[in-house]
């Protein structure tokens, strides 16, 4: 009897954590195509600030003036990852790791 209850348990466990994490899914999603376009714009931005030759001449702050694409992207990514974006995008993960993790 008790075999029996611990594997009822167990298929309610999964079948509980299956339907929790099946609903992060779709704003995990949305949340990795923004960390995505953003880390992608910061990158092109970051290019073209080093490849430009007037960098080199000017003061930091000059230089980031003249390039605002890359000032703005750089801002928001840095506004992302304060506001937790690095644990939204892996929070299916990590609930079903230490879920697992816990359980067993």
Known sequence: MQLFCSSADLKAFERRLTEYVSCLQPATGRWRMILIVVSVCTATGAWNWLIDP????VSFFSSLWNHPFFTISCVTLIGLFFAGIHKRV???????????????
């Not at 007037?54 to 001449?57: F, Y």
């Not at 892996?90 to 067993?104: D, H, I, N, R």
């Open 54 to 57: 007037d960098t080199q001449k």
């Open 90 to 104: 892996v929070a299916p993960s990590m609930c079903l790791f230490y879920s697992v993790c816990c359980y067993y």
